[in-house]
């Protein structure tokens, strides 16, 4: 009807629409899938879609029709027509169309919650003015747009369930335009925790991280220099982000590595920054990182038997790794955590012995799931499960009990009672936190990638060095952000996704 058509056009103000016009033929294409073919659409040839829209808001608004006037015109002022071809923006007057009615899904939740708009005068007119200035204007003031059918996980090549947009997720115009923020996600989960991968090199080669025969590495030019990693990190500290971890490949290869800790920290907003090492050469730098504002170091060992710790990693190294990690004890960071990943019948016979370590020193240790990336020949059976973990430890530490869980916090916390450290449990594979996930990544190459497992990637390398504008890269960053999935995908369908080698995303 034309009341769902107007209601589909308050809730669709596009500020820019060639920049979401991905979004909308993903719309058009469910409701055609729903119910049939698209009505035929016609645009002009030389102008622009936003000074078009603008143009047909103030038409419309000067009839007196209200928000529905927009399709009052039989061909709304466009006089050259040419069919709608697929690298075009959608005009804002479709939607008010008459031949267009959203999804059913959609029809059926506006029956019992409209916006009541005004039957005509002078505040409808004033508010369709405000609306054309905008659009003509390039704001981005206006209302996000409304979400587009999906489905609620990371697509594994087989579609789950459809949904229906929650109540939050429909943002309500009355009066003065609502946009949701540009690090919240349509689930109102709000990112404050950025990571960022320095470089894609290392100088171990892990199983679970690299392909035993290595990855082709991005050439230096293609990865993101010290001056956009700092402008990255003034944009999202803009939006609230206040904590960022450096990773990599392994960071502390990359020669300007200080420099970078000392630009983000001096960042208004950021109160944390951190690094995640394999601790190698950490024990040679951590002066200088502590000085630049460094306040976490997690550094990865898997084993605490030198040999076996140079069966995983295919180097050597166990010495340096352990002095880097009494060293930085010694330094009085605010954490200093081990990520051991726990393999069945690789390493798992070693969990009591990292709990151990617990006893005496202020150490987080912290047992990860072994999770499927390309290249590290994932199986099932090398998964050894949280519960067996917790199961298998209880044996010897029979006092062992969980603590209470921080907001947003991946680990699983526990403790055996009169230790001074405490170990956590990361179960991404058998116990997703999806729900509470606050975490965004930056690769080396300058990819936004909104979930670890996702396979989606926006590059605001490229969006940088094109000239966009600060405005232009949060527009960007809103809309993979408003698109991330509700979980990933479960664990059998992990193993069969195509995704980055977790050397190429950063740990």
């Keep these: 009807t034309d009341d769902d058509a107007s209601m589909w056009r308050v809730e669709l103000p596009l500020a820019r629409l060639q920049a979401v016009s ?21 645009v002009p040839e030389t102008t622009s879609p936003t000074t078009r ?49 959203p999804p059913e899904h959609v029809r059926a939740r506006r029956g019992s919650d409209q916006l009541q708009a005004s039957a005509a005068g002078s505040g409808s007119r004033s508010a369709c ?15 996000q747009p ?58 171990l080669r892990c199983q679970y991280c690299m392909p035993e025969e290595g990855v082709p590495l991005s050439p230096d030019s293609k990865l993101l220099t010290a001056e956009e990693i700092e402008r990255i990190v003034r944009l999202f500290a803009s939006q609230g982000v206040n904590k960022v971890r450096l990773t990599g490949g392994e960071p502390l290869v990359r020669k300007d590595v200080v420099d970078i800790v000392e630009r983000i920290g001096r960042v208004p907003g950021i109160t ?25 170091v997690n550094i990865s060992l898997d084993s605490l038997k030198p040999d ?13 790794v352990w002095r880097s990690i009494q060293q930085a004890l010694a330094m009085g960071l605010k954490s200093v955590k081990i990520n051991c990943v726990v393999m069945n019948n690789v390493n798992h ?38 519960k067996r973990m917790v199961s298998d430890l209880k044996e010897h530490f029979p006092t062992l009990h969980p603590l209470d869980e921080a907001a947003n916090e991946t680990a699983k916390a526990w403790k055996v009672p009169g230790f001074v450290g405490q170990v956590g449990f990361i179960t ?22 909104v979930c670890l497992f996702g396979n989606a990637e926006v590059s605001l390398r490229d969006a940088m060095r094109g000239g966009s504008a600060d405005s232009d890269l949060l527009e960007v960053i809103g809309m993979a952000v408003g698109r991330k999935k509700k979980q990933h995908a479960g664990m059998s369908n992990l193993a069969h996704m195509k995704n980055r080698p977790m050397i190429l995303i950063g740990g």
């Excluded at 927009?70 to 923006?89: E, K, T």
């Excluded at 944390?272 to 002066?287: C, E, F, Q, R, V």
């Excluded at 991404?428 to 990638?449: E, Q, V, Y």
């Design 146 to 203: 409304a979400v587009d059918d999906e489905d609620e996980t990371e697509d594994d090549g087989s579609r789950t369930h459809n949904r229906t947009p929650g109540a939050a997720e429909w943002n309500r115009v009355e009066g003065n335009a609502v946009r949701r923020p540009v690090l919240t996600d349509r689930f109102n989960r709000h990112h404050n925790y950025l990571r960022i991968s320095l470089t894609e090199r290392c100088n």
């Design 22 to 42: 991905a979004a909308c033929r993903r719309m058009l294409s469910v409701h055609s899938v729903r119910n049939g073919p698209q009505p035929q659409m016609a």
């Design 272 to 296: 944390d920054i951190a690094i995640t090492t394999n601790g190698i050469t950490l024990s040679h730098k951590l002066p200088a990182l502590v000085s630049a504002g460094l306040k976490h």
């Design 428 to 449: 991404s594979m058998s116990d997703h936190f999806c729900s509470t996930c606050n975490r965004l990544r930056i690769t080396a190459d300058g990819n936004l990638k």
């Design 53 to 101: 829209v603008a143009e047909e808001a103030s038409q419309g608004c000067s009839s007196g029709s209200g928000s529905r006037s927009i399709a009052s015109s039989s061909d709304g002022g466009l006089n050259r027509r040419r069919r709608l071809r697929p690298d075009d923006a959608l005009p804002l007057a479709f939607f008010a169309s008459p031949d267009y009615q």
């Design 349 to 386: 016979d070693e969990l009591r012995d990292f709990v151990e370590l617990t006893r005496h020193s202020p150490l987080d240790v912290r047992f990860i799931e072994y999770m499927p990336f390309d290249g590290n020949k994932w199986s099932e059976n090398k998964l050894y499960p949280y």
């Design 308 to 320: 076996r710790f140079a069966a995983i990693t295919r180097r050597p190294g166990f010495d340096k």
């Design 129 to 143: 003015a405000s609306t054309a200035s905008g659009l003509a204007s390039g704001s981005t003031s206006a209302v």
